[in-house]
């Protein structure tokens, strides 16, 4: 009695305070998580980089880069309560630092490019700059000790030092850039590799790109994201070339942006492009948002975005709400809820780890601010909890089906060796200082956003059974063990992997709810594989409260669309729908988009 009246004082003081997310140790990953996958049933696979000179071979793993882990370990599904992530070393045959990646249709990892510093090391990988390769992860629900696996593919026609890598509609891959060696600002040497390439390969390949000879040095892991109409957006430094992957035409619609007080918007200086939601209010608009980085006049971060939407007949960059403050390595995250984290990162200095640069970059920011795509100018911001631990060059985030987000890496070039006056701590100085401490950060952090703090209080929706596949505009059933009338939204979020700031995976699609029963939902699959590159993706339901449930993973994959039966789980009618509707108190444009998608299904 005591512990229920206490319970209930403090679930009542917890109500009181505004929600800004609740940060959680997580556990360690054994490798620093620089180059990061999710894979099925809550996992990461990482890869690091070798460790070189002074520091002997990671302990963690008996020197191999890349390691699976289970970030839920047996924890509740709900996520809720702690976690001890559990790491399982995997051997890579080639050294995959600096490599660009993406999720394939099938869920597996692609990667192409590396690094050289393993072979340099004797005891690492050898040379990766040319590798292709695959992680194939155990499957959606396999045995808690299944891990998956790298595969080695045949080699690409060049060396690529941070290239970066999209899938296409088609489900194949667009390899773009990089260099033949590292980078060196202070004495640029040719080194670039102005071309782009196919996976599978492509007669021709590789292709030559003026933009990325004109934009060198200023063109490493450059910005790709594929469009609903299929072609590919491809921005370095200030400008933007359009891909059409089946002609390989180029087009050149978007103008320049404009810089103001801002150094070029890519690497080093290390700003965010994100693919905003596309959702029933905006029509399924597809618009790029670019965050961060530092400016042109001082080594500070800016704290400018801008937005572009490169398939309007004449595109236009348009200013948004500054963020609350300027924020360099910065990375970004589409939560369920259509609102996106920025986070990472820090407040003064460039990316890069050439010898001499460790330190560069400092001023750590914990606290994640929050973008509300859908606020009024003005209000689009707000702050949420700081975190534990600061994020610096090499690191990076994710969104899990939990709904938590980890965050996760960062070595060298980092705030710990500056602060602490650690000049001799960087992988590449040839010094050993006795005094010097690990740089390399294995730690994970969990974030709970606000959402999840609701859900704890209040409980959250619940997806009993939903399909393992669909296909592009198909109509499915989504099976839940809460109420059906208390769903607001269907959200569907690709699932992703992310390395320095660049993530070419996530994106954000609202499912159009079409009918309703007690306990199930009609949707509809995204309309279109450009808008919607096939892959792994979350299936998220949110109640009136914007909470989420746990996601069901879902494949969409190419091929006809299929349509559920009139009839099946009781949603027999429009009249059904219409009924399930009403009592639905949400916005009303989604009521119209409703009735328009009930009148297109032939119930
Ligand atoms: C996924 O697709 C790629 C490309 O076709 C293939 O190499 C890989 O083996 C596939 N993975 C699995 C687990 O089937
Ligand atoms: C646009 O980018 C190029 C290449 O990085 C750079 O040289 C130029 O200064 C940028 N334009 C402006 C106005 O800053
Ligand atoms: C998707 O389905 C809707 C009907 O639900 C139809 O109106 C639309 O044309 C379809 N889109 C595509 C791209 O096939």
């Known amino acids: 009695m005591l512990a229920a009246a206490t319970a209930l004082v403090f679930a009542a003081s917890l109500a009181a305070a505004a929600d800004v997310g609740v940060w959680t140790p997580a556990g360690s990953s054994g490798v620093v998580c620089i180059h990061t996958a999710l894979l099925p049933n809550s996992r990461l696979i990482c890869n690091e980089r070798p460790h070189q000179n002074m520091y002997p071979a990671n302990a963690n793993t008996g020197g191999l880069v890349s390691a699976e882990i289970d970030l839920l370990n047996g924890a509740d599904v709900n996520g809720f309560g702690s976690w001890t992530a559990k790491f399982t070393p995997r051997e890579v045959a080639t050294d995959p630092l600096c490599a660009g990646h993406s999720l394939l249709a099938n869920g597996s990892w692609f990667q192409a490019g590396g690094d050289p510093y393993g072979a340099n090391n004797g005891q690492n990988p050898p040379d990766g ?27 690409m026609t060049t060396q690529r030092w941070y290239p970066t890598v999209a899938t296409l509609a088609d489900g194949s891959v667009i390899i773009i850039g990089g260099t033949t060696d590292a980078i060196n600002f202070g004495q640029l040497a040719d080194i670039n590799n102005p071309t782009y390439e196919y996976w599978p390969s492509k007669a021709g390949d590789p292709r030559h790109l003026d933009i990325l000879s004109w934009a060198f040095p200023n063109m490493l892991y450059p910005m790709v994201f594929v469009m609903p109409s299929e072609h590919v957006f491809l921005f370095v430094s200030n400008k933007t070339v359009i891909i059409d992957p089946k002609t390989d035409n180029l087009i050149y619609t978007v ?11 890519i690497y080093p200086h290390i700003p965010t492009m994100t693919v905003l939601p596309m959702t029933i209010k905006n029509n399924f608009k597809f618009t790029l948002q670019i965050c961060g980085g530092s400016r042109q006049t001082t080594i500070d971060a800016s704290p400018m975005c801008w937005q572009i939407s490169p398939e309007d007949a004449s595109p236009q960059w348009t200013r948004i709400d500054d963020m609350p403050r300027g924020r360099l390595m910065i990375d970004s995250v589409i939560m369920p809820d259509g609102k996106i984290l920025y986070l990472n990162g820090g407040s003064w200095g460039v990316a890069g780890g050439d010898p001499g640069e460790a330190g560069s970059a400092g001023g750590p920011i914990m606290a994640p601010d929050l973008f509300d795509p859908e606020a009024p100018s003005g209000s689009q911001w707000s702050t949420l909890a700081s975190a534990s631990n600061y994020r610096m060059y ?43 401490q690990d740089p390399f950060n294995t730690n994970i952090e969990r974030f709970a956003p606000p959402y999840l703090q609701r859900a704890e209080r209040n409980g959250r929706p619940v997806i009993s059974k939903a399909p393992d596949t669909t296909t592009h505009n198909s109509t499915f ?38 009918g309703r029963s007690d306990k199930a939902l009609l949707v509809q699959a995204p309309d279109l594989a450009g808008r919607a590159p096939p892959g792994r993706w979350f299936l998220f339901v949110l109640d009136k409260d914007g909470v989420p449930s746990v996601s069901k993973t879902v494949f969409l994959q190419l091929g006809a669309a299929t349509q559920v039966p009139a009839g099946t789980n009781g949603i027999t009618s429009s009249k059904n729908a219409a009924k399930a509707a009403s009592s639905f108190s949400g916005i009303s444009s989604l009521i119209t988009a409703f009735a328009a998608a009930v009148s297109a299904f032939a119930f």
């Open 129 to 155: 700059r040319k590798s292709r390769r695959i992680y194939n992860p155990c499957p959606v629900g396999a045995a808690a000790d299944c891990v998956g696996s790298w595969t080695t593919l045949p080699d």
């Open 255 to 265: 103008p320049d942006m404009p810089v103001m007080d801002h150094a070029p918007w």
């Open 394 to 436: 090499h690191s990076g985030a994710l969104l899990l089906e939990t709904g938590h987000i980890v965050t996760f890496g960062s070595d060298i070039n980092n705030q710990d060796d500056a602060v602490n006056k650690k000049a001799d701590c960087m992988p590449q100085v040839q010094q050993f200082n006795a005094g010097c």
């Open 477 to 514: 059933i989504v099976e839940l063990s809460t109420a059906a009338s208390n769903v607001a939204r269907v959200t569907f979020i690709r699932q992703a992997s992310t390395t320095h700031q660049t993530n070419t995976d996530q994106r954000f699609i609202e499912l159009n709810i079409l």
